[in-house]
């Protein structure tokens, strides 16, 4: 039963794509695109949860993304739509059930065209894409959901003709690039080698890419923030895409703007059958340029994403001496355990490869992204005042528990110091948000020089990296007997 003030467990429908006597003209780039974005129905179910249809007039190509509660502004699943358009501008749908609070919908880009979807959750709950792309509909299944099949009942919905009373609908307006210093100028393919598929991402300056992967549909997202494609390769809507590219495992690559805050960014997205390990570094050829490549062989099953912490503009603790830095000790131990896991079968998902800035709560959310099994964070702890030492294992929440305690038993054990134990920590980002089995370990003190002195060896960060090796793959093993 409905709690008071709360809408009745029905579908409900937002019209999209209406145009009657009276209502604002069509905007040409409704007129001239194949695809529209007709309605959105949302479908709260008896078991709690909500099931969101997001319907076209054809098959689309689609990005999903989470974002997590900021504030006073609640957990969102954003769905991107690509080639689409909108009709009348922004609508919004409350809807107070079945975990939604509710629903916007608007052109975010005309070029290329990109219709944004964004729902409110009352909570972060787990969300399913349920259909491959392309797709026509898309569903998406929030929190607990009855059977799929389940016919539709009864349906509300905007009656065509009339203004949504919460935000009309806008008239077009004549879309104007804005003036950028910043711009990609190529994004080449470099071919198929050693297994891997690469590109080389070039720029007229410095960036900070953003990059993640994700399950459903699979595909591998690098975004350049306030760079500008200075091309679109031909293509009329301004897509630049390389369709069907003859490579194992990646279906094809595409590349557009998508504008932020006044200004353009670049995004490329490559489509793929399957979850790949992948690399973004910096391309020692050129003063701006970027590599990104996808590991296609071998194959592999089980995702985990290992979490290097810091990065970039985010060094991490210091030691007394201010001389090194915890993200340039983090990230080689991460690449070693990288190889480790790939010779075990495990695919392994890096939130970063080089020395680049990962937001914090970017870091679990490509772990959710990516349906991970396992999520460790792998860090260097620090005391201000005085002198500390020893391994610690941070976790949230119970589940994590037990491999919080596998990670701890291994790095303590041949690291040889003081074991600190696994210590349960309520506002940890990283393992509070993760919606798998979350850990932050502490490896040593970088501010201990007993300790610091072990770091310098690498045959100890070897030994690090097949401890965390071992207590990873004990963990899969343990949750498949489970």
């Known amino acids: 039963m409905a709690a008071p003030g709360v809408l009745p467990m029905r579908p409900l429908v937002l019209a999209l794509t209406l145009v009657a006597a009276g209502m604002a003209p069509v905007p040409a780039l409704a007129q001239e695109l194949p695809t529209a974005v007709t309605e959105i129905t949302v479908?709260?179910?008896?078991?709690?949860?909500?099931?969101?249809?997001?319907?076209?007039?054809?098959?689309?190509?689609?990005?999903?993304?989470?974002?997590?509660?900021?504030?006073?502004?609640p957990p969102r699943l954003v769905v991107d739509i690509e080639g689409a358009s909108f009709v009348p501008g922004v609508l919004d749908l409350p809807v107070g059930d079945g975990g939604v609070i509710g629903i916007r919908a608007s052109q975010f880009s005309s070029v290329p065209p990109v219709v944004r979807v964004v729902i409110d959750l009352d909570s972060a709950r787990p969300v399913r894409v349920l259909d491959e792309v392309p797709a026509a509909p898309?569903?998406?299944?929030?929190?607990?959901?009855?059977?799929?099949?389940?016919t539709p009942g009864e349906t509300t919905e905007v009656t065509p003709g009339v203004p949504d009373p919460i935000d009309p609908p806008r008239p077009p307006t004549e879309e104007v690039r804005p003036e950028q210093a910043l711009h990609v100028l190529s994004v080449d393919p470099m071919g198929f080698e050693e297994g891997r598929v690469s590109f080389r991402v070039t720029l007229d300056g410095p960036a900070e890419p953003v990059y993640f992967a994700q399950a459903t549909p699979c595909r591998f997202v690098l975004d350049i923030p306030g760079a500008a494609p200075e091309m679109t390769l031909g293509r009329p809507d301004g897509w630049a895409s390389v369709e069907g590219w003859i490579a194992p495992g990646i279906k094809s690559v595409r590349v557009f703007e998508i504008p932020e805050a006044g200004k353009l960014s670049t995004r490329i997205v490559i489509d793929a059958e399957r979850l790949m390990p992948y690399d973004l570094d910096r391309d020692p050829t050129g003063p701006h340029a970027w590599i990104f490549s996808v590991m296609v062989d071998p194959a592999l099953n089980r995702v985990v994403v290992i979490d290097p912490g810091h990065g970039g503009k985010d060094c991490g603790a210091l030691d007394d001496s201010e001389t090194f830095e915890e993200a340039d000790f983090v990230l080689p131990i991460a690449l070693r355990l990288r190889a480790k896991l790939i010779e075990r079968g495990i695919c392994p998902i890096l939130t970063r490869t080089a020395d680049t800035t990962v937001d914090l709560f970017h870091r679990p959310y490509i772990a959710n992204q990516v349906d991970a099994e396992l999520f460790l964070s792998i860090h260097l702890n620090a005391l201000d005042v005085g002198s500390a030492g020893g391994t610690l294992t941070l976790y949230t929440h119970p589940s994590s528990a037990a491999f919080a305690e596998a990670i701890q038993a291994e790095v303590a054990g041949v690291l040889g110091l003081t074991d600190r134990g696994t210590v349960p920590m309520r506002d940890l980002v990283v393992t509070r948000v993760a919606e798998m089995p979350a850990v932050l370990c502490e490896l040593l003190f970088i501010d201990n020089p007993g300790e610091l002195a072990l770091l310098h060896n690498p045959q100890n960060q070897e030994k690090v990296a097949q401890a965390l090796a071992d207590a990873i793959e004990a963990s899969l093993e343990s949750a498949d007997e489970g």
Request: zero cysteines; hydrophobic letters at 45%.
């Open 43 to 73: 479908d709260p179910q008896e078991a709690g949860g909500a099931i969101v249809v997001i319907h076209a007039d054809n098959p689309v190509r689609y990005d999903t993304f989470r974002l997590s509660a900021e504030g006073p502004v």
């Open 138 to 150: 898309i569903r998406i299944a929030i929190g607990d959901v009855d059977e799929l099949g389940a």
